[in-house]
């Protein structure tokens, strides 16, 4: 459980270290600018639907043809939303989150 934990994008944006994230999948980097802190685990999974296309036809990391990252979209939500307190305070402490 601890292993699937640390793929959660919540997880991943908590406390970024230097207040800044690496977002890709299979190798092709996001559009994404920043993300902000609230919702940030949900915005870190949607900016990896925006970002460079792929055309490669044989996804290694999915189930059954399902990405890994689409499936933690909804769990990181519900995640984001409990730790709505601390990130709207980090929010207004730190600002947003660089990317990439």
Same mark, same amino acid.
């Given at each position: 459980?601890?292993?699937?934990?640390?793929?959660?994008?919540?997880?991943?944006?908590?406390?970024?270290?230097?207040?800044?994230?690496?977002?890709?999948?299979?190798?092709?980097?996001?559009?994404?600018?920043? &993300?902000?802190?609230?919702? =940030?685990?949900? %915005?870190?999974? #949607?900016?990896?639907? !925006?970002?460079?296309?792929?055309?490669?036809?044989?996804?290694?990391?999915?189930?059954?043809?399902?990405?890994?990252?689409? &499936?933690?979209?909804?769990? =990181?939500?519900? %995640?984001?939303? #409990?730790?709505?307190? !601390?990130?709207?305070?980090?929010?207004?402490?730190?600002?947003?989150?660089?990317?990439?």
């Amino acid at each position: 459980m601890v292993l699937q934990l640390y793929g959660c994008g919540t997880i991943q944006t908590l406390s970024p270290k230097d207040g800044h994230v690496e977002i890709s999948y299979l190798g092709k980097r996001s559009y994404c600018k920043n &993300i902000p802190r609230i919702y =940030s685990g949900t %915005s870190l999974q #949607l900016c990896k639907l !925006y970002g460079q296309p792929n055309y490669d036809t044989t996804l290694d990391q999915n189930v059954t043809g399902v990405p890994y990252f689409i &499936i933690d979209i909804p769990l =990181s939500f519900i %995640s984001d939303t #409990l730790l709505i307190p !601390y990130t709207g305070f980090m929010q207004y402490k730190k600002g947003k989150i660089s990317v990439n």
